[in-house]
T-cell receptor, first 117, second 113 residues
Framework: AQKVTQAQTEISVVEKEDVTLDCVYE???????LFWYKQPPSGELVFLIR??????QNEISGRYSWNFQKSTSSFNFTITASQVVDSAVYFC??????????????FGTGTLLAVQP | DAGITQSPRHKVTETGTPVTLRCHQT?????MYWYRQDPGHGLRLIHY???????DKGEVSDGYSVSRSKTEDFLLTLESATSSQTSVYFC????????????FGPGTRLTVT
């Protein structure tokens, strides 16, 4: 079975703190993809990153970084020097094949990040 | 901007009535998806489409049907709405590679009273 677990339901930090959002996944696929999405209070879903299972290099994009470790089935997301605009629900997702060659995203339940000024 | 619109954006309806939600895309993407978002569940796949008239069920398809008669439109129908179908519905597309990232429309908030 494929599953994504985001154990942190809510995190509250003060602006400029670093924060890490955890994501643990389960899959039997040897090829798979992992994703992070951001859902700000306005409600839209914003794509942040896609990582394939063969690439374990860490990724950095500005204040955002991602740590992918196959050995622990984790794909954690760190925001450095958090800002109020980072307040949102963050979803981790795993790709799964569901019928043919199409892609099904299995989402975690999300982590609500509140950044206080 | 992935060129995805959803209509209506908000709807309140009564139990037992039929409801159709529309997803429209402007860039001829082949793959389209309908998800629902509920607290404590993240997003769950309802139905998806891999081309005109080609659709299949997702993990929570009971009570829903879909149609895709044109590349640009993917319709989700609740034949007889129930209160358990109160949710936020998102349409998504995958440009190019079907295992690529999905881009989502703005969502439709549906309330069934």
């Amino acid at each position: 079975a494929q599953k994504v677990t985001q154990a942190q339901t809510e995190i509250s930090v003060v602006e400029k703190e670093d924060v890490t959002l955890d994501c643990v996944y389960e899959t039997r696929d040897t090829t798979y993809y992992l994703f992070w999405y951001k859902q700000p209070p306005s409600g839209e879903l914003v794509f942040l990153i896609r990582r394939n299972s063969f690439d374990e290099q860490n990724e950095i994009s500005g204040r955002y970084s991602w740590n992918f470790q196959k050995s622990t089935s984790s794909f954690n997301f760190t925001i450095t020097a958090s800002q109020v605009v980072d307040s949102a629900v963050y979803f981790c997702a795993l790709s799964g094949v569901y019928g043919g060659a199409t892609n099904k995203l299995i989402f975690g339940t999300g982590t609500l990040l509140a950044v206080q000024p | 901007d992935a060129g995805i619109t959803q209509s209506p954006r908000h709807k309140v309806t009564e139990t037992g009535t039929p409801v159709t939600l529309r997803c429209h895309q402007t860039e001829n993407h082949r793959y389209m998806y309908w998800y629902r978002q509920d607290p404590g569940h993240g997003l769950r796949l309802i139905h998806y489409s891999y081309g005109v008239k080609d659709t299949d069920k997702g993990e929570v398809s009971d009570g829903y049907s879909v149609s895709r008669s044109k590349t640009e439109d993917f319709l989700l129908t609740l034949e007889s709405a129930t209160s358990s179908q109160t949710s936020v519905y998102f349409c998504a597309i995958t440009p190019g590679n079907p295992r690529g990232e999905q881009y989502f429309g703005p969502g439709t908030r549906l309330t069934v009273t």
